[in-house]
Nanobody, 128 residues
Framework: EVQLVESGGGLVQAGGSLKLSCAASGFTFTDYAIGWFRQAPGKEREGVSCISTHDGSTYTIDSLKGRFTLSSDNAKNTVTLEMNSLKPEDTAVYFC?????????????????????WGQGTQVTVSS
């Protein structure tokens, strides 16, 4: 059974940091790219960052570059999203998802339907 389980969300003050983890099981981890998405109240879900686990290539949307960093630990089948200098507008439910077709190069564009497996999400709340 494929499972993606997010953890690490919580309440943090503006300017603070959080690390979100996505633990994957039930599939060959390095065959997949892992993406992080977020959805704020009343807004559409947006792709945030992704990593191609077989070679570590990453992509992060321009507005978050320099604040969000994605890494993977292939021995633990885990991807970690490190979020720094958090802002109230980063408040959202954060989801990780797995795609067998995505390649997270610098030219990547998120396309949600190519992610076949999704976690349940973890809430991140940034207070001002």
């Amino acid at each position: 059974e494929v499972q993606l389980v997010e953890s690490g969300g919580g309440l943090v003050q503006a300017g603070g940091s959080l690390k979100l983890s996505c633990a994957a099981s039930g599939f060959t981890f390095t065959d997949y790219a892992i993406g992080w998405f977020r959805q704020a109240p009343g807004k559409e879900r947006e792709g945030v960052s992704c990593i191609s686990t077989h070679d570590g290539s990453t992509y992060t949307i321009d507005s978050l570059k320099g604040r969000f960093t994605l890494s993977s630990d292939n021995a633990k089948n885990t991807v970690t999203l490190e979020m720094n200098s958090l802002k109230p507008e980063d408040t959202a439910v954060y989801f990780c998802a797995a795609s067998i077709s995505a390649y997270c190069s610098r030219y990547y564009t998120f396309y949600d339907p190519e992610y076949g497996y999704w976690g349940q999400g973890t809430q991140v709340t940034v207070s001002s």
